[in-house]
């Protein structure tokens, strides 16, 4: 006896789309077939002229996080509420260490707010601030338990120096973890800040004018330069800026193993919504550049260099935005996106932009693959039942208010999508359901992820 099959659905995987039958049992795809009619099951779903795919992936959100004075607005249950809503299955949130902090004390820590309220499953990178003494080696701590990536900024007062940066890399080799990086120049951003601010310069468009492209762009290639000397794995978080592309494409065609991922908003939106009266609304950072740079990621994303899609998503209050609107350096950064990432790739798919496959490969297989979620990220059986039921013919356009997070605005307002998921399952467990949120708090699971293969 099944829990649930799902019938006459075409189901799409990272190569290939297919009408197939999906059983599910004991939260697992237990059978993949042409008719599954005489198989007896608890519910049958009828997906006739509806997509079956995997369930999305967000590999980079910032759930309940301290920034600027204030905490983003999604805690760890409207986020992966959110993210349920959107289609999205597994959520991989940064958990920023403390100083003087092991790594595995910093997981403990967070996973102590998120077990209790996260609607879907989750998982973890560290974002390393404090290395000093036994800090360091506390990465193979954190990394036997399950949490196999750790972040580095290169900027903001927390960030990590160089040498630090580079000692993280070594160290990951040992343990067998990746380094992601959020890469940008500080010392650049911070003399062209203090220069527009002396110019009474202090409208959004300055924290664009402050972050141009090569800002990104030379510590894109800084990273790669050192991921390379140690012939070390690189995930490159957020890549929006054309000259970056160029650096991940040419270090994979050197083959070197350096991953980029992107976001939705610099897919769909350019600099110039900075200029806005609401341009504060859209600051994150790296924030989003020319034309030219998103034609740019395009290109990558069609051709494979951009191996993932991700979010970013960290919302703050409208009120709290505007703490800078005379002032661009109190805008808090960040912006929503967790529930719209798959609706969006899909809704390009659905135009003819890219395959649907490829917003497969982007948004769940790729994320699974690289960060070691070996029950995820896939229709296979035996992988978890995170399942995703999508209507093309769905027309839907986003408002604040038929949104599932706890923010009160969104850079997504108004946008419309030919084409929506229609049902989301989590382990084989309906969490949404037509507009509505179905699942419960303290559902999710946290996701331990495989140690990467160590590199002599």
Partial sequence: ??????K??????????????????DGKIAAIASDLSGIESKSVVDASGKLVLPGAIDAHTHLAMPFGGTISADDYFAGTRAAACGGTTTVFDYINQDFNERMLDTVKRRNALAEPDAAVDYAFHVGVKDVHGELLDSMQEAADFGVTSFKVFMVYDFGVKDGVFYQVLEKSKEVGALICVHAENK?????????YISEGKTSAWYHYMSRPEFVEAEADFRAISWAKSLNAPLYIVHLANKEGVKYVTQAKDEGYEIYAETCPQYLNLTCDVFKREDGRNFVCSPPMKGQESQDALWEAVKRGDIDTVATDHCPFQQHEKDWGKDDFRKIPNGCAGIENMYPYMLAKANEGTIPFTKAVELCSFNPAKIFGCTEKGSLSVGKDADIVIYDPEKDFTVTCANMHSDYDHTIWEGTKFHGYPVQTYSRGRLVYDNGDFVGERGWGKMVKCAKREIKK
């Fill in 1 to 6: 006896m099944m829990d649930i099959i799902i």
């Fill in 8 to 25: 006459n659905g075409t189901v799409v995987t990272e190569k290939e789309m297919f009408k197939a039958d999906i059983a599910v049992k």
């Fill in 187 to 195: 010392e650049m951003i911070d003399m062209l800040t203090e220069r």
